[in-house]
């Protein structure tokens, strides 16, 4: 929960969030180049044909249901409304981005969230099956139905295949579908930790989407839905929820440009985010101080002397997450378009800081 | 959260709940006497307005709207509903009824539920202020814009005169609604330790309903909407919800019945079920055990020996509420209907409870 | 579209509806004899058992699901809710209760009604077919996936055996479900031209409601559903919507009494409420007087002059319909309690009317 | 109602719709500029601030809410979310884009919508008051609160001054809003017998939109927001939607641009796609066809003979609207990219065209 929020203006630099850049000119450039044709509508375009295409190469599977929206929020509300009928409830972590950050679109869809503790940002085995256990109660509560989790997770942590595989388990036996929000699934997927592929999320899952706006592209996030049933009806509640875009062709060349190769724009993107952040968070620890949660992707969650935050933050922006005394936990965020030299910058001033000093001069 | 239900056989006696019985004598006699005339429908009807007068005469004001509606969870569903806009939020206790056995109908109207702790079943200025600290992130969170309490709450305890406007001032300082949902308002009100009245819950909310059901009514709670311009539209949402009755008489009777006279039947009979508690209470903490909540309306949890427990379900059905070792958390519900000859067995059997004796026969 | 209300006294005899009386003395005894045992709660209780057996006897079949609600709101918005997806849609009459009287409450659960014009108060084929035809843009459009209708109809008439299957054969090629309104099945099924079975309904529908409040109950309608998966989760709707009322008992015992003979109780005051109409129609016939809606149950709509119309307002109240110049559309409906000497004085009134005489005294 | 859909490829040229195009080469541009700076997410960026007060200035009026979203469905569907409470309705054309073509998305939020029949695809006074007089009966029926119409219509006809005046004087007598669809409204603002201003529609309506998609960008849609209060909170619901982009500068830079100058990009785009509008309908008149709407913007809906129709399909692709016997209904839309000689080539087949010599052929 942020303590305060980033300043309104960007002259700092920023390290708030990984939106505040443009697209990679390599997708700009696609966009470009695509302008002039004429395209038939609603993702009907043969951009989005080809990049649908792409994508089910990426997956290893070619029956699978591919669709496009605008934002995040609209990819976790329209996934979840689409499968669950309106007595079914959501099981997540309380730090999962639909409980927190999405000003409750899932429950304006009518549906109840029941809230689990996370354990380093996740959803365990053992948390399931007790919020399973609580909720039994038919037919006074809603019936849990669908279980919500994010790769990477809100705290920038991963799920390895064996912690994935143990969660889809429980859900089987328990008639439960597993969904899986990728809003950061490049970076996920590029740590240096994972061992999950893109192909086992579709396997491990029943649905999940695939971020595009927070790696290199200006919007879109690209939902896979394995169910054939479900993905034959999609296209209306993508519709209905308003994400259907007239000119979809824009993501579709986006989606197109980032999974073009075997070898594919979209996971270098993020590779080169980690690498930022694993950069930022070896200086950090190295300068002696503790991080909050292990920097496992383009996230890092430091905890600084409360002196050192208000220096940094006159050149730089981030979040301050949370005070305890004399110090604070920042989050710092990476992407492909971070400027390195910033970096290198912001990790000097942490190398050099010396308390006394500032003390004196603040 | 109870590890086990009722037997679904009545043969025992029950303290399970306090809607086992059917309506008090002098209700159902009122419902005979009045079921030959005709009456306009849709709670327009002679017995509902004199119902509403009776009510607002408790209340001490005329202005105020009056809604009969046939069950607790379509009075908070409605209630909810009505108040709120879509992008707004409710803030209740984890343990409140619409959190845990209302099926999700708040969300399921779409409202998000922003759980708090209780503290001895009861919201506090605390977590109330806390919750708020926690969810401004504009436009980010859904807005908090409703306060859900219960008096008497889950577990039986009550607010005080202090407690409550200690609640509404922080409501007001916020912009907050303050809604009071009042299934077993009768036995708050009649609690030997209770400081507030009728009068008092209708100044200290913005809305509160009157709970007929588990308090001598076959059905109905009446829901009293101080604000005009809310009440003037209110039963758009009634009849919305399936709630407006076409025999909106068959309320209007039993509520006439229960708020004709100054000292009411109403009370009268909450306070009895009141004693009956009392009494099982005392009974029980006379025989060595401890109560899990202290005893204030019609609600005794107790802390048995499971072989107790098991030995009583011999003649009795109530809630485990919960099983600690070699203990369980019994839940007991008395009402104006409780047969004290029942009580007094139930109170023997624990009196007399030799734990040994009992492993020999079992 | 009533152009003026009743007014709001019942000191005159009243034709408005069926539901100003209470309930029919059996059913009201049965209540009384009931009133003094402890039940289990929400439906579970031994009467709705009894009830629930009873009713499937009377439709043929064990295996079908049957679950009380208090009123025909909540029938249908249940009902319909519960069936849908949130991409379909509803094809009704624009006639349809649920158009025009529900406060929008199908909307309200989030799915559109696409509108048709009824003939005789009902769907076609042709219109359905038409209706179909109109709305396939996927997935511009919303998906019709239910088809409303009332039996009997909002204007009295009812569907023959063989409209009912060609609207079901239709429903079958297209993947839709048909739902049936039942708030005046009773009337529908004991009507002089009907040659439809509750057990006919029951093939030829998903899903229909036996409504209790309009022939007999003080309150309680019956809805059957066939589907084996949703009945199993359907008390989830029924809870969600604030219809599982926590003393089920009082529709089980009602439904018991209603249904408890062969020839039971339910039909025979359906056919009261018939025979009373049809006087009533003859009678206003054979003034010279012509109907708008032919007499099949219990609803009599004539036309009448206004200055009749204004002479019967003076002893009667009822609705009026529509104004056409010098004449009005007046609809009078009869129950199992209207009074035959009443209705006697009404077609008095009408076979004397002298419209000369009466303005001169105007 | 199209009869039949365009071609999937879009080999032929298309006058099937105005977004199958990408963006003004302009637009575009500005986007490849704005690419490299950080900017503060979900429409806090520099662009976006630049172009809401670019575009309160074409408005005269420096304290609206302006609130860009991705599409015309969102924007629709968010801003009567946004104005309604859970019981009010909507009235609309029955031929509303929202009726129509955006898969219930206002049902799905709850609300009904009030179906009237269009004159030349206008609301009317009277059409709107007999939707009032149709809908009184509280609290039965939802309650009318809010007006729908486009600008131009879909059948792109436009409102003059005198006809929005007069159906805002309605709305001001019975408490209902009145908001503008506007897709179009570029189209419909510099229509050849247009006399309203961007000024004239703040003025009189209570919230509109300005359409993007349809008029030069590749997505977006600025939503005006007139009341204060309703301003304050409306980012919620843009959030709650999934429409509040994490790189909202994408839509900010557009509409900079659009509307950078007095004499701006936004309506010289939308004036030359009527001009070829009005080029296309002269020609075909020319020919001595029907028209069956009048081309008062940049559609043309013109009665052909099949056999033409068929003719034209080997080269154009283009929506077969209804058919008539040996006629149909073709709807043919023009943009800012349509290609005129491509319009040249279509009319040359239309002047040239000879039934005999065709029908010889087939």
Same mark, same amino acid.
């Given at each position: 929960m942020p303590a305060s929020g980033p300043a309104s203006a960007k002259t700092k630099y920023s390290f708030t969030d990984d939106y505040s850049e443009g697209a990679h000119p390599?997708? *700009?450039n696609a966009l470009l180049l695509s302008n002039n044709t004429q395209e038939v509508g609603y993702g009907r375009d043969t951009y989005s044909e080809t990049a649908r295409d792409l994508i089910r190469r990426h997956l290893g599977r070619d029956d699978v249901g591919i669709f496009f929206v605008p934002s995040g929020t609209s990819a976790n509300a329209i996934s979840i409304a689409a499968c669950l009928r309106p007595h079914e409830a959501v099981i997540a972590c309380s730090s999962g981005h639909i409980v927190t950050r999405e000003t409750g679109a899932v429950e304006a869809s009518g549906h109840k969230i029941i809230?689990?503790?996370?354990?380093?940002?996740k959803m365990t085995p053992e948390t399931l099956t007790k919020a399973l256990d609580d909720n039994w109660h038919f037919p006074h509560m809603a019936k849990p139905r669908l279980v919500y989790i994010s790769n990477a997770t809100e705290i920038g942590t991963i799920y390895t295949k064996a912690e994935l595989t143990a969660l889809k388990r429980i859900c089987e036996a328990n008639g439960l579908l597993l969904f899986a929000d990728g809003a950061r699934i490049g970076?996920?997927? $590029?740590?240096?930790?994972?061992? &999950? /592929? #893109?192909?086992?999320? &579709? @396997? #491990? /899952?029943?649905?999940?989407?695939? %971020?595009? $706006?927070?790696? %290199?592209? &200006?919007? %879109? @996030?690209a939902i896979v839905v394995k169910d054939t049933k479900l993905a034959e009806d999609f296209e209306f509640f993508v519709k209905q929820r308003g994400s259907l875009l007239a000119k979809g062709r824009i993501m579709g060349v986006q989606f197109a440009e980032l999974f073009r190769e075997d070898d594919c724009l979209y996971f270098n993107l993020a590779r080169r985010a980690n690498l930022a952040a694993e950069k930022l968070s070896r200086s950090i620890t190295g300068a002696g101080y503790e991080l909050n949660a292990k920097t496992e /992707?383009?996230?890092?969650?430091?905890? #600084?002397? *409360?002196? &050192?935050?208000?220096? #940094?933050?006159?050149?730089f922006s981030f979040y301050v997450w949370e005070k305890y005394g004399e110090f604070a936990v920042v989050r710092l965020l990476t992407t492909w378009a971070t400027d390195l030299s910033q970096l290198e910058r912001f990790n000097q001033m942490v190398l050099s800081w010396k308390p006394d000093a500032e003390q004196k001069t603040l």
């Open positions: 390599d997708v *700009l809230n689990v503790a996370p354990v380093n940002g970076a996920a997927l $590029t740590s240096s930790i994972n061992d &999950l /592929t #893109l192909r086992d999320m &579709l @396997e #491990l /899952t029943d649905i999940f989407w695939i %971020g595009g $706006t927070k790696n %290199g592209a &200006l919007l %879109g @996030e /992707t383009n996230q890092v969650f430091a905890v #600084l002397p *409360l002196t &050192l935050v208000q220096a #940094l933050q006159q050149d």
